[in-house]
Nanobody
């Protein structure tokens, strides 16, 4: 099993930046594809970004392309999501997830989930 704990969320003004972290324990994240998802009030959970086991491949949802960077430091057993030029519509709870089968862009592709961290972007 792997346990995931997100951190780094908070309140930021529009145009600002945040760096979310996902710390893993139990197993090294090097054996998992990793993803970041978000769920805004009244909306379905959606993919933000994902990254392959060795970090060689990444995926970003259209709304986040050019504004976010997913990365992983397997030595630190941590995955990051750097978000820039944040908009009020980015306000959501952000979740980290791990996939045993590798990189995925769908919720069903992930086996382990963190508790989430709140990101609020003020206008």
């Amino acid at each position: 099993q792997v346990q995931l704990v997100e951190s780094g969320g908070g309140l930021v003004q529009a145009g600002g930046s945040l760096r979310l972290s996902c710390a893993a324990s139990g197993r090294t994240v090097s054996g998992y594809g990793m993803g970041w998802f978000r769920q805004a009030p009244g909306k379905e959970r959606e993919i933000v970004a994902s990254i392959s086991l060795n970090g060689g491949r990444t995926f970003y949802t259209d709304s986040m392309k050019g504004r976010s960077t997913i990365s992983r430091d397997n030595a630190k057993n941590t995955v990051y999501l750097q978000m820039n030029s944040l908009k009020p519509e980015d306000t959501a709870v952000y979740y980290c997830a791990a996939a045993r089968t590798g990189m995925s862009t769908t919720i069903r592709g992930y086996d382990y989930w963190g508790q989430g961290t709140q990101v609020t972007v003020s206008s």
